[in-house]
C-alpha cells in the first residue's frame, strides 16, 4: 500500500513563527501537493511538485512556500504564520504514469492553530 | 479553469437503504479522471470510485456505483444498502489527463458532501 506520512498531527504556533510541515511518500511518485482544508471551502491547492526541485503555484500560494530536495519528501513552509493560515493541511503523491490509474493518495493531515 | 461543483452540503440515508450525491464539473477537456473521495471524523481521504471519461461503462466498486453523463459533465455516485461506517464528508474530484500541461496531476475538488447514516 501506497503510505504518505505527515509528521505532525497537531500543531500550535505563534503569529510570526516560521512554520514547516513535512510530508514523505514511500511509493517514489513524481507529483506531490500540499492541500488545504477549510469548512465551507472545500480542499485547496497550495503548491505542487512534479519532480525534485520542481514546483508549481496552486489556486492560494500566498504566504506559503515549498521545498523538494528529495524525490520523497516535499515540506511546506510558512514563512512568518498568521491566524487566517490556521486550517487543516493535506499533503498527497502520486504517479504522472497513466498506468498507475492517475490516483492520488493522501495523508492523515496536519491541524495546525495559530494563536 | 476546471471547477467541480456539488450542490448537496448535507444528505442523509437509513441504514441498508440507498442514497445518491451529485456532482456536476466544468471543462473543456476530453480526457479525464473523475474521483470519489470519503472523508471520515479522523479526516483520512480514502479513495472511494474512479471513473475515466474515455470509459463509457460506469465504475462500480461493490455497493458504490457512479452515474457518469459526460455530455450533461454529470458524475453522481449511488450508495446501495447503506451502512453506519459510510458516514462521512464525500468529494468529488476532477484530475486531467494532459501529461503535458501544467494542470496535469492537480485535483480540483468540490465542497464535499456530509452524508449521515442513520440506524
Known amino acids: 500500500d501506497v503510505k504518505v506520512t505527515q509528521s505532525s498531527r497537531y500543531l500550535v504556533k505563534r503569529t510570526g513563527e516560521k512554520v514547516f510541515l513535512e510530508c514523505v511518500q514511500d511509493m517514489d511518485h513524481e507529483n506531490m501537493f500540499w492541500y488545504r482544508q477549510d469548512p465551507g471551502l472545500g480542499l485547496r491547492l497550495i503548491y505542487f511538485s512534479y519532480d525534485v526541485k520542481m514546483k508549481e503555484k496552486g489556486d492560494i500560494p500566498e504566504g506559503y512556500s515549498v521545498s523538494r530536495e528529495k524525490k520523497e519528501r516535499f515540506s511546506l513552509i510558512l514563512e512568518s504564520a498568521s491566524t487566517n493560515q490556521t486550517s487543516m493541511y493535506l499533503c498527497?503523491?502520486?504517479?504522472?504514469?497513466?498506468?498507475?490509474?492517475?490516483?492520488?493518495?493522501f495523508g492523515e493531515g496536519s491541524w495546525l492553530t495559530v494563536v | 479553469a476546471q471547477t467541480v461543483t456539488q450542490s448537496q452540503p448535507e444528505m442523509s440515508v437509513q441504514e441498508a437503504e440507498t442514497v445518491t450525491l451529485s456532482c456536476t464539473y466544468d471543462t473543456s477537456e476530453s480526457d479525464y479522471y473523475l474521483f470519489w473521495y470519503k472523508q471520515p471524523p479522523s479526516r483520512q481521504m480514502i479513495l472511494v470510485i474512479r471513473q475515466e471519461a474515455y470509459k463509457q461503462q460506469n465504475a462500480t466498486e461493490n455497493r458504490f456505483s457512479v452515474n457518469f453523463q459526460k455530455a450533461a459533465k454529470s458524475f453522481s455516485l449511488k450508495i446501495s444498502d447503506s451502512q453506519l461506517g459510510d458516514a462521512a464528508m464525500y468529494f468529488c474530484?476532477?484530475?486531467?489527463?494532459?501529461?503535458?500541461?501544467?494542470?496535469?496531476?492537480?485535483?480540483?475538488f468540490g465542497q464535499g458532501t456530509i452524508l449521515t447514516v442513520h440506524p
Open positions: 474530484a476532477y484530475r486531467s489527463a494532459d501529461a503535458g500541461g501544467t494542470s496535469y496531476g492537480k485535483l480540483t
Open positions: 498527497a503523491s502520486s504517479s504522472y504514469r497513466r498506468s498507475s490509474g492517475n490516483t492520488i493518495y
